[in-house]
Every structure is written in structure tokens, then in C-alpha cells.
């Protein structure tokens, strides 16, 4: 025993002595070299702190682009299959080509006009010119300076970069609004209307929201544009789910109800396709709210943790509320529940903290389960994927709760004053019901003239017989199933 105490002695002596040498104390000599003149103090943090934000901005960045790809993720294969599953067969690839082909007609959109549209300049209504046709976006050289300059939306986050993760936003939210006119709109009126509705409804909003525009937060005591101080909304409450539940249900009203709806079974064709699709969303929304952090750091943890700390909520209840009321809980609950509790959270994410989060997510699976059969059933629309059931009514709902549950412990964004209910403050739940409501009216309103205009001109129904044929081969000349 003393045998081995002396070795370990000598091991660490041997240890002390070789990390000594390596440290290029003065005087000493590594690796049989003599020390040359050692850094001053000034020298050496300065070189600390410039590895330290290195490393710093490299980490953000990759966090970043990650979660772009998670976002991308989401809407195929994740939401792409979580649709085409709850369709009939002879409809599936209709969906499948919904989603894949506004990846790319909506990045195309984004690259032209659309970011700018969104994010430049810093006016109330809409954004400038500024990045038409990606200048000042990519990649440049400083000529002065003699090196390579990004422009920076943040001192941690390139521009582009910044650019790339909000596109796929601007790719999944149309593609949202897909799942309330699935198996009856023509694929022509389906593009021509996404499109416009990107234009006129989401940069928009998106301006107003998140570019300091009339419905962006406003701290107490600063100057902006913000009614009623604007809205908190971490990462597409307003913009995304609410505009496009909103507007799913004014296309369910606009263009009727599929032929045999409430007379005769429209079961999902392939439940399996819509849970592991659910589970893709699931792992994708991870990106669509902790990323809004637009940083990796303690934040985005926090929005990391409570987004799926909902999710597992909405999943529990949802199929728990079917159990009590039907007597059996379904897989297809529990993948909607589990959706629900995401749409619910999502404006929420960076002003919670976690058992918050399991409320809003029990909450969203309970109402937004209501909304999807009884208030349905009651209106009679045909919301073919309850669209509006989750993200139109899950949408609001978390928007309303983060004005009740937002504290300065997740995020203290309006410095000593209290952010929601839960802390004793009102301003933020007004703003929240300020910002719900023009939402609403404003995706309604434009929704229903486009879809109005796009009838007149090439109409927005497909035919009955294409109907009864299906979208597949009517639209797509194409068989998600061939038998053999």
C-alpha cells in the first residue's frame, strides 16, 4: 500500500513538473527550445477574450443552423406526413405535394422580396428594400479593412443566417393552412393563393411583430411603434399560428364542404404515417422555439425545456379527455394533444418557466380537443385537418396565457416592472389581447378577398368528379398506391 501511495506521489511530482515546463514559465525551456519573451497580462486576456468570443460566435452559429434545419424538418417529412396520413388514399401524395412544393415555391418568395418585406428598415407597417434580391445579406468584402465582413443581425448571429432560419417560418406556416381545404382545392389555386397570402398577410405580420412594427413589445419607458406596448411572442404565436389557423378557417368557410362530409366515413387512411409524423414535429419544434433565441445560451434552455415540457402536457390530456368522454384513448389524440401543447407554448416559450408550461399544454389539449369536435360539429365547417382547431385555437389561447404566466425570471425584458399576471402585471396581457385581436381580423379579412378573387379568376375548387377521383391522379396524374 505505502508501495503504491510513492508511485502516485511521483506520477503527479512528474505531472507538476512537465505542465510547469510547458507553461513557458520565464527562464525555463519546452521541448528543449528557450523560452522566448512571454505575453504581458494585457496580452494574454486580450487573447482569451478573442478565443473566448470565437468559440462563442461559432457555437451560436451552429446552433443556429441547426435549428433551421429542425424548422425545415417540420415541414417535410415531419408535417407532410402528419397530413397525408389523416387524408383519404387517393389523396395522399396531393398533400405530400403540397408540402414539398412550397419549400421550395416559399424560399424562392423569401429570396426575392420576402425577407425584406419582413426585416428591412425599422417602419411600423412593412419592411423597405433593403435585402430585395438578397443584397446586403450575403457574404461581402470590406474593402477598407482588407478581410471578409458579414453583416450582423446580432454581434452573435450572421445575417445570413438570421435570413435562412426565419425562411422556414415563412415555408411552414402556408403549409399549415393546407390541412383545412385538403382533397378539394385545385393545386393552381393553391399556389396562386399561398402565395399572395405570404406577401400580403405573413411579412407583414411578421414586420409588425418581430422588426419592432405595431404590434412588436416596447419596454416601459422607450419609444415605438407597439399598440398598447405591443405583444410578447417569442416565436410565431401571432405570426404563425394564429395567422394561419385564422385564415384555415376562413378557407374551410369559403370554399364548402367536401362531397359526403357528415354523411358519410372519412376515417385517416394511415394513422402510422400521422404519428410518426407528430413525433418529426415533436423534435423539429425544438428548433422553432429554442432557436428563436437567435443564441445558444441559458435562455435557450429555458424555451428548450418548456417547449417540451407542454408538448408531454397536451399529449397526456388530450387523449385523457377522449378517455373520459368516449371511453377510449387514440393514438390520433395523443399526436393531436401532443401538436397542441406546441402550437400553445410557442408564443410563450422564452417567458415561462417550466410548470407553467405543463398547464398551458393541459389547457391547449383540453380546449383545442373541444374546438376540433364540438364547436365543429356545432358551426358545421369542414375543416378537413382541424387546422384552425389546433393552430388558429391553440394559437390564441398560449398567446392570452403568456400574458398570464410571462415572468421576469425566464426573461427580464421590461427591467423592474412585472411582465404577466402571475407577477401582478396587466400590460402585458393587454398587448397580448390587443395584438390577438388585429391578427385575427386582419388574416380574416385578407383571406376571404383573396380567396374571393382567386374564385372569380381561375376558381378554387376542383371538380366533382376530380373530386370523387381523387387529387392524386386528377391534379397529379400520379397513385400514392398501386396494387399489384
Not at 470590406?142 to 443566417?161: N, Q, V
Not at 418557466?353 to 373541444?370: D, E, I, K, S, T
Not at 381523387?470 to 397513385?479: A, F, K, R, S
Request: net charge negative; hydrophobic share 50%; glycine share 12%.
Amino acid at each position: 500500500m505505502m508501495r503504491q501511495h510513492r508511485l502516485k506521489a511521483a506520477a503527479l511530482c512528474a505531472l507538476c513538473g512537465s505542465l510547469f515546463l510547458l507553461a513557458g514559465f520565464p527562464g525555463s525551456a519546452a521541448f528543449g527550445q528557450e523560452a522566448e519573451t512571454t505575453p504581458t497580462t494585457d496580452e494574454q486576456i486580450a487573447a482569451l477574450e478573442s478565443g473566448v468570443a470565437s468559440a462563442a460566435l461559432a457555437g451560436h452559429n451552429a446552433w443556429m443552423l441547426t435549428s433551421t434545419a429542425l424548422v425545415l424538418f417540420m415541414t417535410a417529412p415531419g408535417l407532410a406526413m402528419f397530413y397525408s396520413g389523416l387524408v383519404r388514399k387517393k389523396n395522399v401524395l396531393s398533400v405530400m405535394m403540397q408540402c414539398v412544393f412550397l419549400m421550395g415555391m416559399m424560399t424562392v418568395v423569401w429570396a426575392l422580396y420576402g425577407y425584406s418585406l419582413a426585416f428591412g428598415g425599422d417602419g411600423a407597417y412593412i419592411g423597405n428594400g433593403e435585402y430585395l434580391f438578397m443584397q446586403n445579406v450575403q457574404r461581402t468584402w470590406d474593402e477598407e479593412a482588407g478581410e471578409p465582413h458579414t453583416p450582423e443581425f446580432s454581434p452573435e448571429l450572421p445575417l445570413l443566417t438570421h435570413m435562412l432560419f426565419q425562411g422556414m417560418f415563412f415555408i411552414i406556416t402556408p403549409a399549415l393552412i393546407c390541412g383545412a381545404f385538403a382533397e378539394r382545392m385545385k393545386f393552381s389555386a393553391m399556389a396562386l393563393f399561398l402565395l399572395l397570402w405570404g406577401t400580403i398577410v405573413y411579412c407583414p405580420l411578421c414586420h409588425w411583430v418581430w422588426d419592432g412594427g405595431i404590434l412588436g413589445f416596447v419596454p416601459t419607458g422607450e419609444e415605438g411603434h407597439g399598440w398598447a406596448g405591443g405583444a410578447l411572442d417569442f416565436a410565431g404565436g401571432t405570426v404563425v399560428h394564429i395567422s394561419s389557423g385564422v385564415s384555415a378557417l376562413i378557407c374551410a368557410l369559403v370554399i364548402g364542404k367536401r362531397l359526403g362530409w357528415g354523411n358519410e366515413p372519412m376515417p385517416p387512411h394511415n394513422l402510422t404515417y400521422t404519428a410518426l409524423g407528430a413525433a418529426m414535429l415533436w423534435v423539429g419544434w425544438f428548433g422553432f422555439n429554442a432557436g428563436s433565441e437567435l443564441l445558444s445560451d441559458g435562455l435557450t434552455s429555458s424555451a428548450f425545456a418548456v417547449t417540451h415540457f407542454s408538448a408531454a402536457a397536451g399529449a397526456v390530456a388530450w387523449p385523457v379527455v377522449e378517455w373520459l368522454m368516449r371511453g377510449k384513448p387514440t393514438v390520433l389524440g395523443a399526436c393531436s394533444g401532443a401538436v397542441a401543447g406546441l402550437v400553445c407554448i410557442t408564443p410563450a416559450a422564452g417567458f415561462v418557466n417550466p410548470m407553467p408550461a405543463l398547464l398551458m399544454g393541459a389547457a391547449a389539449g383540453v380546449v383545442c380537443y373541444f374546438a376540433c369536435t364540438w364547436l365543429k360539429n356545432s358551426l358545421k365547417y369542414d375543416d378537413s385537418l382541424d387546422a384552425f382547431g389546433v393552430h388558429g385555437v391553440g394559437g390564441t389561447l398560449g398567446a392570452l396565457l403568456t400574458g398570464v404566466f410571462a415572468t421576469r425570471v425566464a426573461w427580464n425584458i421590461d427591467g423592474a416592472n412585472p411582465l404577466g399576471l402571475i407577477e401582478g402585471g396587466t400590460r402585458v396581457l393587454i398587448g397580448q389581447i390587443v395584438a390577438v385581436a388585429v391578427t385575427w381580423v386582419f388574416a380574416a379579412v385578407v383571406s376571404f378577398i383573396l380567396l374571393k378573387l382567386i374564385d372569380l379568376t381561375i376558381g378554387l375548387r376542383v371538380t366533382q368528379d376530380q373530386e370523387i377521383q381523387g387529387l392524386d391522379l386528377t391534379q397529379h396524374g400520379e397513385e400514392g398506391y398501386i396494387a399489384l
